[in-house]
């Protein structure tokens, strides 16, 4: 009897992943909630069934919302001879504006077949929606009116009185022409960080962000009978490319609030949202049409008045100004019968004032002689187009003379080799005919070449072995080297990065693989959460987070670092590799 029920027990087992994988599979999607506040999360759960080890859906795609966070869940039941598994993914959704946003079905590929999930629209309101938990009141303790009783035992939670304004420097201005952008956090609770969220891409603006201060000087501001602390949490300036009414989108920020009624001084987390802005922009004039906006001033120098006709001079042109000067291009210098002008070396600066965004284009001009005598190079144009004075403004340089002399050196006498020798017609025939033939019956073991090819292949093949049994399977496989060939891996592409927008994949190619994090998951939260377990100081912390997210918003304000700056972001970004590495082995 016992044999009879283990073998029936075995062969439900073997029939119950035939009957698993028979069964019809499905795949669905539920919300947490069809309405909810900017400042809350939904939850979005995928539910597989009857689908083995199935593959995380990636929803990074997601325009409108952006994924915090994720989790797997599994059930198996086994019930009357019938097996059913069940696999759910979690994520946790962010929304990044207002408005009625919508949610794609998610299409998975299971044997051949396509499974859909419905969609979902989800109803985005400001604030938040969710209902605070009222904590439940302690019963009263003997001890209350003691001595040594707690002083935070009954104190109440601070009440919470922050919000964000977003303001423009003109509600109306002229394509081109510079925009300053401000964040403000009004507040008076104690606010300890500020950290934003939301991707900061405006379409139809040209971005140059200010550099996020270390500490913030606060202003005061009476809001309808109440006096706020004010600072200015972030500022750009903005350069719009098109016309029309173009938005401003939401920005999201996470602000830690300081408890002040915990013993341990912990922090608070809250969201708040700015508002959507808009601004309309209107065409320049027809006579300036494709001018750069702002104001400037224009010079084209030399550092000598005197060369010699063998040398190259370097001419300096030099635009500054508040307008955009990332997109202008030089006038170019026209070459004349007495130098040769060479395509010019263009660099760019930019300085950040309280008021505006000032930049200066510096444009060096190497110029090379034919003969002695004067070199005159006639003034050059500029011509731009001033919003406040609504009108095109020409710019002239002086004029650049230059006395050349000495002898222009002839150029230097190049010689060939010698031609080859020409072998007689039909001496090698001759040579074969009469020259003696080498032994062609010596056993091949006995030539010169076999020993040294015998110990080579011997040689290799114990190379291989060891290779094979000591290095693949013990040092390679070990944690210290996989550990050394991240660093390595990511050090190469930090190497091979050629712009600034190129970084931030390295950054979070190499916190996945150092924390064990999906790419999903790579959130300033997460990372800060994870490196600080690890030991890693708070100050590296901060600055590997800020170059990773001056490098993502590089990629909507393209050129905007020049190659020193580059330089050093690759520099400090090598050294903050090493450190987390240290402390992640």
Known sequence: MKRTGKLLLLIALLVAPARLSAADAEVKAGISSSKIGLDDTLIYTLTFRDIENPQQPDLSYLDDFKVLQTARSSEFQFSNGAATSTTRFTYY???TRTGRLPLPPVAYQHQGREYRTAAF?????????????????????????????????????????????????????????????????????????????SSASFAGFWQEWFPTPQAIAPATENVKGVIYQVYEIRKAALFPSEAGLLAIPPLQFELQLADLTSALMSSQELRRSTAELKVRVSDPPAAARGLPVGRFTFSLESPRREADVNEIVTL????????????????????????????????????????????????EIPVA?????????????????????????????????????GEKQAPAVTRTL??????????????????????LARPLHRQGWFLPLLLALF??????????????????????????????????????????????????????????????EVSDRRVVEKLAEKGLERSDIDRLLFLKGQSELARFAPGGKSALEL???????????RAVDRRTR
């Open 459 to 520: 040689g290799v093949n114990l190379l291989t072995l060891l290779k094979v049994t000591a290095w693949d399977r013990g040092i390679a496989a070990s944690a210290g080297m996989r550990h050394r060939r991240i660093l390595a891996a990511a050090l190469r592409e930090l190497d091979a990065a050629r712009r600034p927008e190129d970084l931030a994949p390295v950054v979070e190619k190499f916190l996945c693989a150092k924390l064990g994090l999906g790419l999903s």
């Open 121 to 197: 629209t989800v109803e985005v309101v400001k604030g938040s929606l969710a209902q605070p938990s009222r904590p439940q009141a302690a019963p009263p303790s003997l001890f209350d009116d003691d001595f040594f009783s707690s002083p935070f035992a009954n104190a109440r939670r601070q009440p919470v009185d922050a919000f964000l304004r977003a303001v423009v420097s003109k509600p109306e201005c002229v394509q081109g022409e510079q925009v300053l952008f401000r964040v403000l956090l009004y507040t008076r609770s104690r606010i300890e960080a500020v950290n934003m969220l």
């Open 418 to 439: 010698p031609g080859s020798a020409v072998v007689q017609e039909g001496e090698d025939i001759e040579f074969i005919r009469d020259g003696p033939l080498p032994a």
């Open 93 to 95: 959704l962010m929304p």
């Open 369 to 405: 002689f034919k003969r002695r005598g004067e070199a005159v190079f006639p003034p050059v144009e500029f011509r731009y187009y001033d919003p406040e004075r609504n009108a095109v403004v020409g710019l002239r340089s002086d004029p650049v003379r230059l006395e050349v002399s």
């Open 567 to 577: 330089r050093r972001d690759r520099l400090a970004l090598r050294a903050l590799f």
């Open 316 to 363: 300096r042109l030099r635009i500054s100004g508040s307008g955009n000067t990332k997109a202008i291009l030089p006038p170019t210098l026209p070459e004349s019968d007495m130098a040769v002008v060479y395509p010019p070396k263009v660099t760019h600066e930019t300085s950040f004032a309280d008021a505006a965004v000032s930049g200066t284009l510096t444009a």
